[in-house]
């Protein structure tokens, strides 16, 4: 039962992974609240290594140095690449932040997780800033010469899907100056030195964050799915030659055909032999045929070599009774993790799921304000 529950888990992660991160981090905003409160800075210490650990390496290469001593540490290196990706835990704490103010204080999970709201703000900035200082220096310059470059356009696959995602590209530019303002205020020592009326007015600027954090992430999604990321329009040249390479293609296996017509005599073990080998270059669309047609056993005959290697789209029948049967004797029964879902799909999901998302953050926040 807790084997299917975890596999159902890492399926609907595959699927949506902003609903469960979001899940995950709230459940734990909750349960961790009094902890964070009281040891707040052991935990600013924490988020803060593995910034450390990108922000490092990075200075260095911008002064000529470098250092690759922390790319050997496996289990930092993993949440490193978290960090860069933003979609772990910078954007979903974020969201979390956001909701916030939408909902009901009166609730206690919702009494909890405002105990500890600035915690979570200062929080959120260490992924944050991860994620801007490799994302944001390598696709802004980029992102930006795009609406310079008159000629960028053409060579695109999908020039609306490039000019979207650039687009996007150069708003997390915008966002990251928003973004820092915000976050610095969020220590107590700087909230104190300014005073709650300059400090009020200028967190009113996280609504145009919000909104700029929902237009940078579905522009990035749909940018994506129209051109994908390094799209580039195939040259006519090389368009040409592949035509050229088809046609002379064509024009040898028809004089091939036309000579075996005409020379039937001395097909015996020839003709065993050259269909043998034309078999064996026939796709296969599984992995595990290469396995079977290497452990054939020899003496068959012609016909024991064209069922070993005949192509298939499914499973090799001698790859499928090897697999271990269950109770009685029974194949298992498939699980969430045979379920395939193309990537295309995935997009959608993932499209839907920030519709979703900030759509019911719109509807919370202005139902709340009418009260």
């Known amino acids: 039962m807790v084997k299917l529950f975890i596999d159902f888990i890492q399926f609907l992660y595959t699927l949506a992974p902003l609903f469960v991160v979001l899940g995950v981090l ?36 911008l002064f000529g140095v470098q250092i690759s001593v922390f790319n050997g540490i496996p289990f930092l290196g993993n949440i490193t690449r978290d960090y860069i990706h933003a979609g772990t835990l910078g954007f979903p704490l974020l969201v979390i932040i956001m909701y916030m103010g939408a909902l009901n ?39 930006l010469n795009y609406f310079f470059d008159s000629e960028a356009s053409g060579r695109a696959a999908n020039a609306l899907g490039a000019g979207i ?47 700029m954090l929902f237009i940078h992430a579905m522009g990035i999604q749909v940018g994506s799915m129209l051109n994908p990321r390094g799209g580039r329009r195939a040259p006519m040249a090389a368009v040409e030659a592949t035509a050229e390479t088809a046609t002379v293609a064509t024009i040898t296996e028809t004089a091939h055909n036309h000579t075996n017509r ?32 290497a452990a054939r056993p020899e ?26 049967a269950g109770r009685g004797g029974r194949q298992p029964s498939p699980g969430f993790a045979d ?33």
């Open 165 to 211: 995602s650039n687009f996007s590209f150069v708003l997390g530019a915008v966002m990251l100056a928003l973004f820092l303002p915000l976050w610095v205020t969020s220590f107590d020592f700087v909230h104190k030195r300014m005073g709650s009326i300059r400090w009020k007015q200028l967190q009113k600027w996280s609504y145009v964050l919000y909104a």
């Open 26 to 61: 709230t459940l734990l905003a909750v349960l961790l609240s009094k902890s964070i409160k009281r040891h707040a800075t052991v935990y600013y210490t924490v988020f803060a290594i593995p910034f450390a650990l990108v922000a490092i390496p990075f200075t260095g290469r």
């Open 105 to 143: 204080p009166k609730y206690p999970v919702v009494k909890k997780l405002m105990s500890i709201r600035k915690e979570l703000s200062i929080l959120s900035g260490f992924p944050i800033l991860t994620h801007s200082l490799i994302r944001v220096t390598g696709n802004f310059p980029r992102a």
């Open 339 to 371: 379920i395939t879902v193309s990537s295309q799909t995935k997009r959608y999901i993932h499209i839907a799921s920030l519709i979703l998302i900030f759509g019911s953050y719109l509807y919370l926040r202005l139902r709340k304000a009418r009260q």
């Open 262 to 293: 005409e020379n039937p005599e001395g097909q015996g073990s020839a003709e065993r032999g050259g269909r043998s080998n034309r078999n064996a270059v026939q796709p296969v669309a599984d992995s595990s045929i290469t396995h079977t047609e």
């Open 299 to 324: 003496g068959k005959g012609e016909q024991g070599n064209r069922d070993a290697i005949q192509p298939t789209t499914g499973s090799n029948k001698h790859t499928e009774a090897a697999k271990p």
